[in-house]
């Protein structure tokens, strides 16, 4: 699945959820990646999946990852392909379409801010989030602690006329906050 959204929508929090509601299931093993740290990883996709794993456990060869990877155990979380650098990102790209070919029993989850060069994912269903509407704006803003009076003139002019004036920033979960 690629989750393609604009800055701001709760993509990574999304992937986090992924990660956690994966881990309690057991039945598979949730591998979350932030892709932005490949930026400065000399080794490739494959092989920095691997540290990142045997940073719990040092007990993982590459054998072994290959035989796990074969057998479908894991669910990769692979969130923010869109903070990778331009050879970075290439090079991820091919790497990953391969990594899906050839061990496709594995679950594969990848976030980014939309792109064309991501239209090639041919194997990947895209899934496009959606701005918040007015009645999702104002049902968040009611579940934030804060300064309930600033809060109450917030709501009202929420309520009102500013979602629309300011539909951008209300619509966008995390401008919405700010």
Do not use: C, W
């Not at 990877?69 to 091919?94: C, H, M, R, V």
């Amino acid at each position: 699945i690629l989750i393609r959204g604009s800055a701001g929508v709760g993509k990574s929090t999304l992937m986090r959820h992924f990660f956690i509601n994966t881990l309690r299931t057991e039945e598979l093993i949730p591998v979350f990646i932030e892709l932005r740290d490949l930026n400065s990883y000399n080794g490739s996709l494959f092989q920095y999946i691997l540290d990142s794993i045997n940073k719990f456990s040092k007990d993982l060869n590459t054998t072994q990852f290959e035989h796990a990877l074969s057998a479908g155990f894991f669910a990769f979380i692979l969130d923010g392909f869109d903070e990778l650098n331009q050879e970075k990102y290439i090079l991820t790209l091919k790497e990953l379409e391969l990594l899906y070919d050839k061990y496709g029993k594995n679950y594969y989850i990848v976030s980014s801010r939309p792109n064309e060069s991501l239209e090639s994912f041919h194997q990947f269903i895209i899934l496009d989030t959606i701005p918040f509407s007015q009645k999702q704006a104002i049902s968040m803003i009611n579940k934030i602690d804060y300064d309930q009076d600033i809060k109450k003139r917030f709501l009202i002019a929420l309520s009102g006329d500013l979602y629309k004036r300011h539909i951008s920033f209300a619509s966008n979960p995390l401008l919405l906050t700010i």
